[in-house]
């Protein structure tokens, strides 16, 4: 079946349901039905998009760039307490030595 006559046998038999539709009423309701769903899901698709247009911009690139600047200054402030600690043992030492010295010598 090629499809030019496959097209004639569909334009046909959907003119033969068409027509058969307004004649039975529970077909006729159920189409009525139908149309009231069809057009309450329309509402609803419209609202689910309107929804999605107002949705915030993703920030998650942001988030990854927050997270590699936090890992970062984590490090730093890793290597800022070390150096802080190693000048504080530095500043006991000189204390200690200048202790040292002015009973030494008797500084006033």
Known sequence: MNFQSLSQLLIVSSSVLLSSCGDDPK??????????EIAKLKGELLLIEEKLKNLPPD??????????????????????????????????????DYDAYKLRYQLK
């Open 27 to 36: 077909t006729v309701a159920k189409f009525e039905s139908q149309k009231i």
């Open 59 to 96: 920030l998650s690139k942001d988030l990854v760039k927050s997270k590699d600047v936090f890992e970062k200054q984590s490090t730093e402030i890793t290597l800022l307490q070390t150096e802080v600690a190693d000048l504080e043992g530095k500043k006991r030492k000189l204390q200690a």
